[in-house]
């Protein structure tokens, strides 16, 4: 998977993984942005994006694993490795 940067789409290898956020789903809880700050912010839309630099981001998988489970509205999906969906 390459990072993609679309209207709607945002995906971005992070570490092994690859996380994928649906702009489309996003209702701004930003309980993502409060788990991994230096991954995710909210943007002047009010809608998760990536921060700057977030594939360099000193995240461990689990915590980053655990920050794409965490959306009420499955807007940010997490990939392994093998490019096999995790969550949701």
């Known amino acids: ?3 993609v940067e679309e209207e709607n789409v945002r995906e971005r290898k992070i570490g092994d993984f690859t996380v994928r956020i649906e702009r489309d789903l996003c209702i701004g809880s ?3 942005v409060n788990l991994a700050p230096e991954v995710f912010e ?3 839309q009010n809608l998760v994006a990536f921060k700057e630099g977030a594939a360099d981001a ?3 998988s689990a915590r980053l694993e655990e920050s ?3 959306c009420p509205v499955d ?3 997490f990939f ?4 096999e969906q995790i969550v949701p």
Request: glycine share 10%; hydrophobic share 35%.
């Open 68 to 70: 794409c489970l965490l």
């Open 80 to 83: 392994d490795e093998d490019g």
């Open 75 to 77: 807007a940010l999906l």
């Open 58 to 60: 000193p995240i461990d």
């Open 42 to 44: 909210l943007d002047e």
């Open 30 to 32: 930003g309980n993502c």
């Open 1 to 3: 998977m390459e990072n």
